[in-house]
Every structure is written in structure tokens, then in C-alpha cells.
């Protein structure tokens, strides 16, 4: 099983890859815009967490999304020590430009399954996460 979830993530990372690197981002940049999509003002730690990777590797792609203009760190009103991430009016573009061919992929990698298949097949795949969490 190991085998095939690892080269399933690869064939359709390896596709979506390509198409960030088209539009100039990452898996990283493409993950922080769609976090802050849903929830705006999200911590550093929130959305480290969120998005799989430590803050370092974030802090470094937010410095690179807010030289593009996609995302502003400001102080959190109520806790000056937190540094909440907000997402701008480039980046929501940015996010929007990049969801129909990113779309066109997901759609791919599910081509074949019913819509329960789909669902059965994201609950076996957290079932199996979580058993490591």
C-alpha cells in the first residue's frame, strides 16, 4: 500500500507541480491561499499546522507571497506576540486564475470514480492518517 499511495501522490503532485511553476508558486503558496480562502487572519502556527509544513519553511514562503503582493503579516489585535496572515486582492486573483486547470487536474485523478467512491476514498485515506497522528 505504501507503494502505491507514494507513486498516486507523485503522478498527480508531479502534473499540479508544473502548473504552479507556471504561475510562478508552489504546493506551499497554492496551500496558503486556499487556508486563507476559508479562514483569513490565521497564525503563523495555525497555518503551519494547517498546511503540513513547520514555521520555518513557512515564515520563508510568506516572504516570498508577500513581495507578489498575495498575503500581509500584521499583528493580531489581541495578541501582539501572534502575527496573523491575511490574504490580499492579489492573491484571492492569484488563487483564481490558477482553480480551473488545477480543478482540471483533480478532476483527472478522479476520473472513474463515483462521487461515493470519491468519499469513501478521502474517509479510508484520514482513517489511515489518522492511525499515525
Do not use: C
Amino acid at each position: 500500500m505504501p507503494y502505491v499511495l507514494n507513486r498516486t501522490t507523485g503522478a498527480v503532485n508531479a502534473d499540479f507541480q508544473v502548473l504552479l511553476r507556471e504561475h510562478g508558486m508552489t504546493l506551499l503558496h497554492w496551500r496558503v491561499l486556499a487556508f486563507l480562502r476559508e479562514t483569513d487572519g490565521l497564525g503563523i502556527s495555525a497555518l503551519a499546522n494547517a498546511a503540513g509544513v513547520d514555521q520555518a519553511t513557512l515564515s520563508r514562503a510568506l516572504t516570498v507571497m508577500e513581495k507578489a503582493g498575495y498575503v500581509r503579516r500584521e499583528p493580531s489585535a489581541t495578541d501582539q506576540r501572534v502575527l496573523e496572515i491575511h490574504l490580499l486582492s492579489a492573491g484571492e486573483r492569484q488563487f483564481h486564475k490558477v482553480l480551473p486547470p488545477a480543478w482540471a487536474i483533480y478532476e483527472r485523478s478522479v476520473k472513474g470514480l463515483t462521487i461515493e467512491e470519491q468519499h469513501e476514498f478521502q474517509r479510508l485515506l484520514k482513517k489511515i492518517w489518522g492511525n499515525f497522528a
